[in-house]
């Protein structure tokens, strides 16, 4: 899923708890894609300047990303590090750290809209992971399906609490 859309369902998890929860859903939810391609677009700007111009699209070719950008996405992407983070954090706070879930969410997305030929994503990092070929997130219909599902879902939102007002 492409990391707006991460962003925003993470922040949809957490708008019933008010801004402050929704923008650290948000960022909790493209955290994962920022952290480890968000360092190669800021130190590669003429990649990034040539995209937006048009010159470029699609992904970058993964002979041009340098090895840490693979290493943070493992990182990132593991269901076994979230888990590890979530119950080392929750022993730090004495309580459950559940704006984490907006990074769960965002693994748990990937999974199946990854393709298996490009950044397929490694959920069991760093133990052998079965891949899934799943349907890549810039496919039109699924684009166009994930943002509809989400205006649904932020106009549910919208209505909802202003009928809790009333």
Known sequence: MDVVAHGLWGGALFNPQGRKKFSAGVLRGMAPDLLSFGIFHVTHPGWFTERLAGKVSGPPALTLLPPYVFHAYNVTHSLVIWAVAFFLLWQLLKKPPWLLGAWLLHILCDIPTHAASYFP???????????????????????????GTMFIVYCGLFFYFRWKKT
């Open 121 to 147: 994503t490694p959920f069991l990092w760093p133990f052998p992971t079965p891949f899934v070929n799943g349907v890549p997130w810039s496919t039109p219909w699924f684009m166009a399906a994930n943002y």
